[in-house]
């Protein structure tokens, strides 16, 4: 809109805060009582953070407290290509990484995309990539410190969440799946397989991460901005609105 209709009507500019959706770590008892609870929200159009507050029952057994507890937050100034935070952070464990726990209770593990840039709103059939100066990462982080674990580059923002996958049961994640605004679907590896029909995977070190670029999209106008979705079996990748991508090795 011309900004002189905005002036003339007195029309103030829009606070969007927490913007976005949240994300959550949560572990429950015995009797199925919270026991552990944070979250994460996200800004979008608020701006470029990610919050991290802990709601963990201080009081009677399974209740959230009156107020949060804030624990950390990131945005640009640690991760400096950073977008707006679009993409819903996702939680899990990974098999040998304990970080401040125990090998009992490792601490678990934040997964996101770098969110959203401004060359995504340039109205064109076709995203002019060269314009993208943020966002075009994935990041995992220590979820109860914030600290950063593992970066990871993509060619274009990552707006969406990502998918996780325990391959074996295990109650660990071995892979974490997501779909950039340019309809690339890349895998990020905290395990290893064999074979394609391996069923058990092996854990790989905190140093030995790493992410594949493991499908494209043939059409330069197409723009991936929901999550991706697993099926059965489980190297079908659904990069919605199109088909599946089969995997062609892991």
Not at 214 to 228: C, E, G, H
Request: hydrophobic fraction near 40%.
């Amino acid at each position: 809109m011309d900004e002189s209709l905005s002036s003339a009507i007195g029309a103030e500019t829009k606070r969007y805060f927490f913007d976005g959706s949240t994300g959550s770590f949560t572990e429950y008892d015995g009797d199925n009582e919270l026991v552990t609870g944070w979250i994460f929200p996200t800004m979008r159009r608020g701006g470029g953070h990610i919050y991290a507050l802990d709601v963990s029952p201080t009081g009677a057994p399974g209740v959230p407290p009156a107020e949060p507890v804030f624990m950390w937050k990131v945005g640009p100034e640690q991760l400096t290509q950073m977008g707006e935070s679009w993409s819903t952070p996702v939680t899990g464990r990974i098999k040998r990484y304990v970080g401040g726990g125990s090998e009992e209770a490792p601490d678990p593990v934040l997964i996101f995309g770098g969110g959203w840039d401004a060359c995504l709103d340039e109205d064109t059939a076709v995203l002019p990539l060269g314009g993208c100066a943020a966002g075009n990462r994935l990041y995992v982080l220590n979820a109860r410190t914030g600290a950063l674990l593992g970066e990871y580059e993509t060619e274009a923002p990552v707006v969406a969440e990502v998918s996780t996958l325990d391959i074996d049961n295990d109650g660990f994640l071995d892979f974490a799946y997501a779909a950039d605004a340019a309809g690339n679907l890349y895998r990020l590896n905290f395990s290893s397989l064999e074979t394609l029909i391996d069923a058990y995977a092996e854990p790989l070190e905190l140093a030995d991460w790493f992410v594949s670029k493991i499908a494209k999209s043939s059409m330069a106008t197409v723009r991936f901005l929901q999550q991706t979705r697993l099926s059965e079996p489980f190297r079908i990748g659904y990069l919605s609105p199109l088909a599946p991508v089969t995997e062609s090795a892991l």
